[in-house]
Nanobody, 124 residues
Framework: QVQMVESGGGSVQAGGSLNLSCVAS????????MGWFRQVPGKEREGLAT???????SYSDSAKGRFTISKDNAKNTLYLSMSSLKPEDGGMYYC??????????????????RGKGTLVTISS
């Protein structure tokens, strides 16, 4: 069982920035696809960004231009750098990874292993 542990959430004012991290118990170099998504109570899970084994990233419309997904295979860590945050960006942020899916990673959020999340709160 692969463990994914997110960190870096917190409370920030609108317009501010946050950097999230996610440490995996397996080598991220072996992950065909990794991603971030968020969940707000009462709403559907929203995919934000994915990154494939070659480091090619894809972003949802809400994340594009403001969020950057990256990974450091030497640290088995996935990152999400967020800027120009808006109140509607608040929610529980989860990282995920899949070590078997070999299809197109772009916008593929049904990843097998997920963390327990880190809470992001944006105040206006």
């Amino acid at each position: 069982q692969v463990q994914m542990v997110e960190s870096g959430g917190g409370s920030v004012q609108a317009g501010g920035s946050l950097n999230l991290s996610c440490v995996a118990s397996e080598s991220t170099d072996s992950a065909y696809c990794m991603g971030w998504f968020r969940q707000v109570p009462g709403k559907e899970r929203e995919g934000l960004a994915t990154i494939d084994t070659d480091g090619i990233a894809s972003y949802s419309d809400s994340a594009k231009g403001r969020f950057t997904i990256s990974k450091d295979n030497a640290k088995n860590t996935l990152y999400l750098s967020m800027s120009s945050l808006k109140p509607e960006d608040g929610g529980m942020y989860y990282c995920a990874a899949d070590f078997e899916y070999t299809g197109d990673c772009a916008f593929y959020y049904d990843l097998e292993y997920r963390g327990k999340g880190t809470l992001v709160t944006i105040s206006s």
